[in-house]
C-alpha cells in the first residue's frame, strides 16, 4: 500500500502526529505493535496542568485519575515542598484517547504490526503483522518515528540492533496501596545513595500509588531490584505503602538530550528524538507537543511540495534543545558528587527544577 505519511508508534508522539495530519486532511497510516493501544502502562503517569494548552483534559475526564497540588522532594535529612499543580492521568486511556481522535479524523490504524525494517531509498517500510505472521510493506512520502524511548532506526533508515539515545535511565515501578486513608496531594521524589544517578518516588492514584525508582547505566552497577527493594521497605517502615504489590512495569528513559532530529522526508519525534527531561524524566507532554508540530511540517511540507522537515527540527531546538543541553549537563556534573546524605541535600537544589537555584 501507499500512503502520504507513515508513523511508526501510537504513543503520545505518533497518534500527535497522525491526529494533527489528519486534521489538515493529510492522508497518515499509524503503525503499532501493541495490541491495545497504551497498554501495558510503562509510565508513573504524572503530567503539569500545562497538558491541557494540547490536550484537552476536560474531554476526557476517565483520563484524569487525580489531581496534584504540590510536589516534595525528600533528601532523608530534609522535606522541600513546592508548588507542583498536575494530573496523574490514567495513561492507557489517555493514549488511546489520542489514538481515537486521529482515527475518527481519518488516521489509518494498524494495531498489532511490527515495523523491522526502513528501506529509505524507496521510501518503504517493512514489517510483519503480529497476528497471523504476513508481511507488510507501506511506501510513504514522509516517515515519522515516534517508536519511543527503545527506537532502533537511525534517520537514513537503517535498523541496528541496540539503543540510539546515548544515555538511559532505567527504572522499575509497582503498583502499591496507601495506607494514608485520605490519600496524597503530592508526588513525593526521594533522592538516596542507595538510587545513584537517580530517584525514586510515589505518585498517588487514588487508594494506590505508582512507586518506583529510575537508575541512570552503565553509570552504576546497583541492580535495579535491590534499588527498588531497599526503596519499598523504606518507605513500608515509614506506614507510606502496604506490602501487597498489585502490578510491577519497567521501562528506559532517554537521559542524553535532543537526537539528530530529521533527514531527507525521515524525522522524529517524542522519547525517539531524546525530548525526555534528563533530570525528572518527563515526556509525556513534549512528545504530543513534538508530534503536534511534526503533523504540521509534514502536513505543509505535502501540500507546497516543498520539504519543511528543516524547519520542523529548528522549531523543536529553539523550545527545547536549550533547556535540555542545560539539564544533562546537570546530570553529567552534579550526580556524580551527590554520593551521601549531606551532599545529596547540599546539592539538590541545583539539581532539580522545581528550585530557583536550578536556574541561576
Ligand atoms: C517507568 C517510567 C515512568 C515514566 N513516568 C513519566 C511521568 O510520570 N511523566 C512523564 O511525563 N513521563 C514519564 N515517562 C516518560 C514517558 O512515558 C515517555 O516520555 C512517553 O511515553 C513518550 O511518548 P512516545 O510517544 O515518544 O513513546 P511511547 O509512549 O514509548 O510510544 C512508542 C510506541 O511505539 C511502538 N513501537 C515501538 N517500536 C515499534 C515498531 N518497530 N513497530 C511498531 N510499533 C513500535 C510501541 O509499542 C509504543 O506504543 C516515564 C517513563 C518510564 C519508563
Given at each position: 500500500m501507499r500512503t502520504a505519511a507513515a508513523i511508526i508508534g501510537a504513543g503520545p508522539a505518533g497518534a500527535s502526529c497522525a491526529y494533527s495530519l489528519s486534521l489538515k486532511g493529510i492522508e497518515n497510516v499509524l503503525i503499532d505493535k501493541r495490541k491495545i493501544i497504551g497498554f501495558p502502562v510503562q509510565c508513573a503517569e504524572l503530567v503539569s496542568r500545562?497538558?491541557?494548552?494540547?490536550?484537552?483534559?476536560?474531554?476526557?475526564?476517565?483520563?484524569?485519575?487525580?489531581?496534584v497540588s504540590f510536589m516534595d522532594i525528600d533528601t532523608g535529612k530534609n522535606l522541600y515542598r513546592s508548588e507542583g499543580k498536575g494530573y496523574i492521568l490514567n495513561r492507557d486511556v489517555f493514549d488511546d484517547y489520542i489514538v481515537k481522535s486521529a482515527v475518527k479524523a481519518g488516521t489509518n490504524l494498524f494495531k498489532q504490526t511490527n515495523i523491522l525494517k526502513i528501506n529509505a531509498d524507496?521510501?518503504?517500510?517493512?514489517?510483519?503483522?503480529?497476528?497471523?505472521?504476513?508481511?507488510?510493506?507501506?511506501?510513504?512520502?514522509?516517515?515519522?518515528?515516534?517508536?519511543?524511548?527503545?527506537?532502533?532506526?537511525?534517520?537514513?533508515?537503517?535498523?541496528?540492533?541496540?539503543?540510539?539515545?546515548?544515555?538511559?535511565?532505567?527504572?522499575?515501578?509497582?503498583?502499591?496501596?496507601l495506607l494514608k486513608e485520605e490519600g496524597l496531594d503530592s508526588t513525593i521524589c526521594y533522592f538516596r545513595p542507595y538510587i545513584p544517578y537517580g530517584y525514586g518516588w510515589v505518585f498517588p492514584k487514588g487508594k494506590f500509588a505508582n512507586?518506583?525508582?529510575?537508575?541512570?547505566?552503565?553509570?552504576?552497577?546497583?541492580?535495579?531490584?535491590?534499588?527498588?527493594?531497599?526503596?519499598?521497605?523504606?518507605?513500608?517502615?515509614?506506614?507510606?505503602?502496604?506490602?501487597?504489590?498489585?502490578?510491577k512495569t519497567s521501562g528506559l528513559v532517554p537521559v542524553s538530550g535532543l537526537n539528530n532530529l530529521y533527514s531527507?522526508?525521515?524525522?522524529?519525534?517524542?522519547?525517539?528524538?531524546?525530548?525526555?527531561?534528563?533530570?525528572?524524566?518527563?515526556?509525556?507532554?513534549s512528545a504530543v507537543i513534538s508530534g503536534n508540530l511534526l503533523g504540521?511540517?509534514?502536513?505543509?511540507?505535502?501540500k507546497t511540495s516543498k520539504n519543511l522537515l528543516e524547519?520542523?527540527?529548528?522549531?523543536?531546538?529553539?523550545?527545547f534543545k536549550k533547556p535540555l543541553s542545560a539539564a544533562a549537563k546537570k546530570r553529567y556534573e552534579l550526580y556524580p558528587q551527590m554520593t551521601g546524605a549531606d551532599n545529596i541535600d547540599k546539592l539538590i537544589k541545583r539539581l532539580w527544577p522545581s528550585f530557583e537555584e536550578y536556574y541561576e
Amino acid at each position: 500500500m501507499r500512503t502520504a505519511a507513515a508513523i511508526i508508534g501510537a504513543g503520545p508522539a505518533g497518534a500527535s502526529c497522525a491526529y494533527s495530519l489528519s486534521l489538515k486532511g493529510i492522508e497518515n497510516v499509524l503503525i503499532d505493535k501493541r495490541k491495545i493501544i497504551g497498554f501495558p502502562v510503562q509510565c508513573a503517569e504524572l503530567v503539569s496542568r500545562n497538558i491541557n494548552q494540547f490536550v484537552n483534559l476536560a474531554e476526557i475526564p476517565s483520563a484524569i485519575n487525580q489531581k496534584v497540588s504540590f510536589m516534595d522532594i525528600d533528601t532523608g535529612k530534609n522535606l522541600y515542598r513546592s508548588e507542583g499543580k498536575g494530573y496523574i492521568l490514567n495513561r492507557d486511556v489517555f493514549d488511546d484517547y489520542i489514538v481515537k481522535s486521529a482515527v475518527k479524523a481519518g488516521t489509518n490504524l494498524f494495531k498489532q504490526t511490527n515495523i523491522l525494517k526502513i528501506n529509505a531509498d524507496e521510501n518503504k517500510i517493512i514489517g510483519v503483522r503480529i497476528a497471523d505472521n504476513k508481511p507488510i510493506e507501506i511506501n510513504y512520502d514522509y516517515l515519522i518515528i515516534a517508536s519511543g524511548p527503545k527506537n532502533s532506526f537511525d534517520l537514513r533508515g537503517n535498523f541496528k540492533q541496540g539503543l540510539k539515545n546515548k544515555s538511559y535511565i532505567f527504572a522499575t515501578q509497582v503498583r502499591a496501596g496507601l495506607l494514608k486513608e485520605e490519600g496524597l496531594d503530592s508526588t513525593i521524589c526521594y533522592f538516596r545513595p542507595y538510587i545513584p544517578y537517580g530517584y525514586g518516588w510515589v505518585f498517588p492514584k487514588g487508594k494506590f500509588a505508582n512507586v518506583g525508582i529510575g537508575i541512570e547505566k552503565p553509570r552504576t552497577y546497583m541492580p535495579l531490584s535491590s534499588s527498588l527493594n531497599n526503596f519499598l521497605n523504606e518507605i513500608r517502615n515509614k506506614g507510606l505503602i502496604g506490602s501487597k504489590i498489585y502490578g510491577k512495569t519497567s521501562g528506559l528513559v532517554p537521559v542524553s538530550g535532543l537526537n539528530n532530529l530529521y533527514s531527507g522526508n525521515i524525522a522524529l519525534c517524542g522519547d525517539a528524538a531524546g525530548l525526555t527531561h534528563p533530570i525528572t524524566g518527563a515526556g509525556i507532554v513534549s512528545a504530543v507537543i513534538s508530534g503536534n508540530l511534526l503533523g504540521g511540517y509534514v502536513a505543509e511540507s505535502l501540500k507546497t511540495s516543498k520539504n519543511l522537515l528543516e524547519e520542523y527540527g529548528d522549531e523543536l531546538e529553539s523550545i527545547f534543545k536549550k533547556p535540555l543541553s542545560a539539564a544533562a549537563k546537570k546530570r553529567y556534573e552534579l550526580y556524580p558528587q551527590m554520593t551521601g546524605a549531606d551532599n545529596i541535600d547540599k546539592l539538590i537544589k541545583r539539581l532539580w527544577p522545581s528550585f530557583e537555584e536550578y536556574y541561576e
